[in-house]
T-cell receptor, first 109, second 115 residues
């Protein structure tokens, strides 16, 4: 069992739909990261959070420390949101990241 | 700012050949990392460095060597490439501040094929 698990692995949506990607972790962490990877492209950091909720445009990330769970929400999804979204956790008292396997999102017009 | 730059972006090697991947960052970050990304798996840490002149092994270090002679550069070497090293390689950097975590900045990746 991976220490960082994401669900679903694959997700398709129609433009405009509200999307949720989930991440659960089983280790002590000091921060949780959401990353975006476009096909053939590099990896971009979307959020880093250690509690509560963060919002950037149509993207919202939440974390529940007690339940060891984080979610990434995309409101009013658009085809340009199509990418792989990766959850990663910074191990407590270290600067090491453990990565989930990613969620491949495809948004169709 | 260029951020994190990796060279080359693509490379095909024959088994047994050697090569060096270069990672350069212009953000004055202390920490730098090399990861590999394989289908169906999360990124895995190969080696990392917490400062100029220091390196340490990550999760999958075998078959790779690294050097951090200058703070802005982190080199990943393959002395004798094997097909199992076919992967996409990502470099990342971050600047840890005591008591806080900082986000990691990633390069564009290097797609390496070993035939």
């Amino acid at each position: 069992k991976n220490e960082v698990e994401q669900s679903p692995q694959n997700l398709t949506a129609q433009e405009g739909e509200f999307i949720t990607i989930n991440c659960s972790y089983s280790v002590g962490i000091s921060a949780l990261h959401w990353l975006q990877q476009h096909p053939g492209g590099g990896i971009v950091s979307l959020f880093m959070l250690s509690s509560g909720k963060k919002k950037h445009g149509r993207l919202i990330a939440t974390i529940n420390i007690q339940e060891k769970h984080s979610s990434l929400h995309i409101t009013a999804s658009h085809p340009r949101d199509s990418a792989v979204y990766i959850c990663a956790a910074t191990l407590y008292n270290t600067d090491k990241l453990i990565f989930g396997t990613g969620t491949r999102l495809q948004v169709f017009p | 700012n260029a951020g994190v730059t990796q060279t080359p972006k693509f490379r095909v090697l024959k088994t047994g050949q050697s090569m060096t991947l270069l990672c350069a960052q212009d953000m004055n970050h202390e920490y730098m990392y090399w990861y590999r990304q394989d289908p169906g798996m999360g990124l895995r840490l190969i080696h990392y460095s917490v400062g100029e002149g220091t390196t340490a092994k990550g999760e999958v270090p075998d078959g790779y060597n690294v050097s951090r002679l200058k703070k802005q550069n982190f080199l990943l070497g393959l002395e004798s490439a094997a097909p199992s090293q076919t992967s996409v390689y990502f470099c990342a950097s971050s600047y840890p501040v005591t008591g806080y975590n900082t986000e990691a900045f990633f390069g564009q990746g290097t797609r390496l094929t070993v035939v």
